[in-house]
């Protein structure tokens, strides 16, 4: 089992920053990637970054250049930066962390980005 908690929500103005951190527990040495995920009210989920054991990132389209995904092996911790913030960043952002007997997955945090 993989327990996941994410922290670094709030409320921000456009153009504004946050760094939300995702901490997990439990058996994380079968830990392979761990992702980011958000969902706003109404729309399906959406990956926004991954990244795998070895460091290699990956983004969505749409916060390409804008956000940037880390982790800190040894604290067993990813991170997600997120710059230049749109009002349609706004959602609950989930953490996910992929390992051989499934994936498991944090409650979220809510990020709100104010006009």
């Known amino acids: 089992q993989v327990q996941l908690v994410e922290s670094g929500g709030g409320l921000v103005q456009a153009g504004g920053s946050l760094r939300l951190s995702c901490a997990a527990s439990g058996r994380t040495f079968n830990i392979d990637a761990m992702l980011w995920y958000r969902q706003a009210p109404g729309q399906q989920r959406e990956l926004v970054a991954d990244?795998?054991?070895?460091?290699?990132?990956g983004y969505a389209d749409s916060v390409k250049g804008r956000f940037t995904i880390s982790r800190d092996n040894a604290k067993n911790t990813v991170y997600l930066q997120m710059n230049s913030l749109k009002p349609e960043d706004t959602a609950v952002y989930i953490c996910t962390a992929e390992t051989v007997a499934g994936n498991y997955w944090g409650q979220g945090t809510q990020v709100t980005v104010s006009s």
């Open positions: 990244i795998s054991s070895g460091g290699s990132t």
